[in-house]
């Protein structure tokens, strides 16, 4: 994408993102240093080439689980060689989230409000995933994803 689609948008400053990132080719300018989780967005991208282009479930499957793109950084900063899944990030949804309104909505909906019912759902997203990749429909893995998995962070 070239800044040229943002035409309507011309008269706007666009300011340098010094210690940020840019996004979509510069197209968006951030003043904080967020790609490295931005990435995980390439992994939902690689996930459907994988099952769009070469139909591997079992590629796709391990790009959920051990991450492709997104690279956690240590206390300092420094990019690490561990990567960011997006099967951690439903795994761990809990202890990130629980104070998240859309989350906590998802959960109470998943245990019919019974709260002694939770515990059996904190890994829904993630055994939802495992068992579509599992059923091999279409691109039914993708979407199980966004929707049990990326929504609730949204």
């Given amino acids: 994408m070239s800044l040229d689609a943002l035409a309507p948008f011309d008269e706007a400053i666009l300011i340098p993102a010094q ?11 951030l003043t904080t240093d967020v790609c ?6 390439k992994d939902m991208s690689d996930i459907w080439y994988e ?14 689980q051990d ?6 950084k240590d206390e300092n900063g420094v990019a ?19 104070n998240e309104p859309t989350y906590g909505l998802m959960m109470h909906g998943m245990a019919n409000q019974k709260l ?3 515990a059996d759902f904190l890994t829904f997203g993630d055994d939802m995933v495992m068992e579509s ?12 994803i966004i929707a049990a998995n990326v929504f609730p962070y949204i």
């Fill in 19 to 29: 210690n940020g990132c840019s996004l979509l080719d510069g197209a968006i300018q």
């Fill in 67 to 72: 991450g492709k793109n997104s690279f956690k």
């Fill in 51 to 64: 099952l769009d282009v070469n139909e591997d479930y079992d590629k796709a499957r391990q790009i959920y």
């Fill in 133 to 144: 990749f599992q059923d091999q429909d279409g691109y039914l893995p993708y979407y199980t």
């Fill in 80 to 98: 690490t060689e561990t990567k960011r899944t997006l099967q951690e990030m439903s795994t761990s949804a809990f202890e990130k989230m629980i």
């Fill in 36 to 41: 490295d989780r931005a990435d995980i967005a």
């Fill in 116 to 118: 002694n019912y939770m």
